[in-house]
């Protein structure tokens, strides 16, 4: 009986091993890779391509003409410059759209500030989301950008108009008269300021500023802004408007108003929206630096920044295509800059060379 118990467990014990063996992998063999169904896989990182460029407002010929020298650096680079704004210059409307640019996570943005302080916190929040942050034309304060591309040294372009405006009235000098645009703008109140310090000047002694006042950057409220200033100040000789719709707006309601050689106006403009007024006397000499160039710089700066290239300190130099290099400088009032460089003046012998 013990002899047969012994052999039933033999046996089952001997089934039960070939059993383990069958299941287990040969040692010799390894176990065949297979490859994760397509939809588990992991997306490659895609290359960062989409910038955007903000102006202060849409339909403005000067940032539509900065727009094109954007364009044309993205080509340049192979990237993508998206070119969004608000309709106003309204800094309101322009801090809704760039918390919803944030949220798109774009590469970069390079913003035409309305309003320097109200926009810092948006422009920190989007550096703290890990997007450089540019400004151009007007800047937003320090602490909420990484750089500034300044058109040029903000002094040189209030003493030119005050300097334009001198040699416009002439010896005997006169009233003059500013119409701004948005009464927030941080760019057209510091060179407002550096003319009310330039008009100190024993040379400018007999000119009379009577008033500053703001057209919003709206063609239709700067040229009435400019016919009320006909009418109370009778003796008006010059307006200097330091934005391009103002000038233009103010140029037309001199022309309009048969005002030709009595009133002249002078400021900041281009030559496509000028030429008319340049070659009937209403507005016999301007300024301005190369919009395009501006927006060229703008992009050829943030790309810099958001591929690592600079790292947005002082001292550090970058190359922006046909512009050629640049180097960021730490300001005192400014905060880190670029440079792009000095104003020029237009007038009736130059007008016809630049077709922008």
């Excluded at 390894?30 to 903000?54: D, G, M």
């Excluded at 954007?70 to 309709?87: D, F, H, M, P, R």
Aim: glycine fraction near 8%; aromatic fraction near 6%.
């Amino acid at each position: 009986m013990k002899h047969r118990s012994m052999l039933i467990v033999v046996t089952l014990m001997t089934i039960l091993g070939l059993l383990v063996g069958a299941c287990a992998p040969k040692a010799t063999e390894a176990p065949a890779a297979t490859e994760a169904p397509a939809a588990t896989q992991a997306p490659a990182a895609a290359a960062c391509e989409n910038y955007v460029l903000v102006p202060k407002n849409l339909g403005n010929p000067y940032f539509d003409t900065a727009n094109n020298g954007a364009q044309e650096a993205a080509k340049e680079l192979g990237i993508t410059v998206l070119y969004q704004g608000s309709a106003t210059a309204d800094a309101t409307e322009q801090i809704t759209l760039l918390n919803s640019l944030i949220a798109q996570k774009p590469c970069a943005l390079a913003i035409s500030a309305n309003d320097s302080d109200a926009l810092v916190p948006t422009g920190k929040a989007a550096m703290e989301a890990g997007i450089p942050v540019v400004t151009w034309d007007s800047a937003i304060a320090a602490d909420g950008r990484n750089i500034h591309i300044n058109q040029a040294v903000l002094h040189d372009i209030g003493a030119i108009e005050i300097k334009m405006a001198s040699d416009i009235a002439g010896a005997d000098g006169g009233q003059i008269a500013v119409l701004s645009a948005t009464s927030t703008a941080p760019n057209q109140n510091a060179w407002i300021e550096v003319m009310k310090e330039e008009l100190k000047k024993p040379e400018y002694s007999k000119l009379e500023l009577v008033e500053v006042v703001y057209g919003d950057d709206d063609d239709t409220k700067s040229y009435n802004e400019a016919q009320a200033l006909f009418t109370k100040y009778p003796d008006l000789k010059v307006i200097i408007a330091p934005t391009t719709v103002g000038i233009a707006a103010s140029a037309r309601a001199v022309t309009d108003a048969g005002l030709i050689g009595k009133v002249f106006v002078t400021g900041l403009g281009t030559p496509n929206q000028m030429r008319e007024y340049v070659k009937n006397g209403a507005a016999p000499q301007f300024a301005l630096w190369n919009p395009a160039d501006l927006g060229y710089l703008s992009v050829y700066a943030m790309h810099a920044l958001a591929t690592g290239e600079i790292k947005g300190v002082a001292g550090d130099k970058f190359t922006a295509g046909k512009l050629g290099e640049y180097t960021i400088q730490d300001d005192p009032d400014l905060g880190l800059n670029v440079l792009l460089g000095l104003p020029f003046i237009w007038n009736k012998d130059n007008i016809d060379d630049s077709n922008w």
